[in-house]
């Protein structure tokens, strides 16, 4: 019973370098989400996807990038990681974008940019 | 942009006390959802709030939307260690899930 599945679990990046958080969901649900958390600033939205092939920009996407090539999965990209970028990122998914629906989370990347 | 706050930051209470816990904001919200949080974890959803003034029960936590739809209070009676963790509240400003504005949390520690 997988529901939401992040990897890597933890990544330590150096400043310029960059990778790529994948988002793995066994529920075929439509929509996924990235957020990141930080000390004293709740859950803050980078990207979104209400299906496959679309992305949307949340509210503090400068930095990042996205792509939903397969409905399951959803990759956000730094291209060049910034010490800013330390944070725990979160992905999340649901199966509908009514409000309301409840959105399933991962387990979350400790990422630390130095 | 709309902000929740919540309050307080931390909460360190004794097993078997009572404590309330505040979200507050100067926006209206269509709705508002609770969110528990454990170390290690992603937070899961505890509750959804629509109507204002609305009460909800689950268990021993008691949640309440304000009238006005501005602010919500989470109250457990009884506190057990099972308890701990980090307390979301999340905001909907509108038509879908990505218009959720997340609280800045209530990290709750139960002592046994």
């Known amino acids: 019973n997988a529901g939401v599945t992040q990897t890597p679990k933890f990544r330590v990046l150096k400043t310029g370098q960059s990778m790529t958080l994948l988002c793995a969901q066994d529920?075929?649900?439509?929509?996924m989400y990235w957020y990141r958390q930080d000390p004293g600033m709740g859950l803050r939205l980078i990207h979104y996807?209400?299906?496959?092939?679309?992305?949307a920009k949340g509210e503090v996407p400068d930095g990042y990038n996205v792509s939903r090539l397969k409905k399951q999965n959803f990759l956000l990209g730094l291209e060049s990681a910034a010490p800013s970028q330390t944070s725990v990122y979160f992905c999340?998914?649901?199966?509908?974008?009514?409000?309301?629906?409840?959105?399933?989370f991962g387990q979350g990347t400790r990422l630390t940019v130095v | 942009t709309q902000l929740l706050e919540q309050s307080p930051q931390f909460l360190s209470i004794q097993e078997g006390e009572n404590l309330t816990v505040y979200c507050n904001s100067s926006?209206?919200?269509?709705?508002l959802q609770w969110y528990r949080q454990e170390p290690g974890e992603g937070p899961v959803l505890l509750v959804t709030?629509?109507?204002g003034g609305e009460v909800k029960k689950l268990k021993r936590l008691t949640f309440q939307f304000g009238d006005a739809r501005k602010d919500s209070s989470l109250h457990i009676t009884a506190a057990q260690p099972g308890d701990t963790g980090l307390y979301l509240c999340?905001?909907?400003w509108g038509f879908g899930n990505e218009k959720l504005t997340f609280g800045t949390g209530t990290r709750l520690t139960i002592i046994p």
């Open positions: 999340a998914s649901s199966y509908s974008r009514v409000m309301n629906t409840e959105a399933f």
């Open positions: 529920m075929n649900h439509e929509y």
């Open positions: 996807s209400v299906g496959e092939g679309t992305t």
């Open positions: 926006s209206v919200f269509s709705s």
């Open positions: 709030v629509v109507t």
């Open positions: 999340a905001g909907a």
